[in-house]
Each structure stands twice: as C-alpha cells, then as structure tokens.
C-alpha cells in the first residue's frame, strides 16, 4: 500500500477535508466545506424528514 495517499486540505467554511492522492479527488468540495456539507446533505434533511418526530436518532460514522 502507498504511503501518504491522502493530505489535509482546509476548506472555505475553515474546516478540514482530505485530498485523496490515489484517486486525485477531495472526500468534502473544498469550495463549500465539510461542514457545509455535511449539514446540507445529511443534518438538514434528516431534521426536516423527522420534523413532526419528538425523537431524532443520528448515527455519525
């Protein structure tokens, strides 16, 4: 296996993502941000779809 196949690339939003060397791509856009991201794919959508729910389990893998 290859060494050093992912660096840390910091994003617009501040927060941190890898840049994947093997497969010259970024895990999180670098221009909106892992943490923009991820609120906008996952966190918003699963508030909304349990909007009328008392409870909201989130598994975070």
Not at 9 to 32: A, C, I
């Amino acid at each position: 296996m290859q060494d050093n196949i992912n660096s840390i690339v910091t994003t617009k939003d501040g927060s941190n993502t890898l840049f994947s060397k093997l497969y010259n791509q970024h895990y999180h856009n670098p221009d909106d941000g892992a943490i923009d991201e991820s609120l906008s794919k996952h966190i918003i959508p699963a508030f909304t779809f349990q909007a009328n729910k008392k409870k909201l389990n989130i598994l975070d893998i």
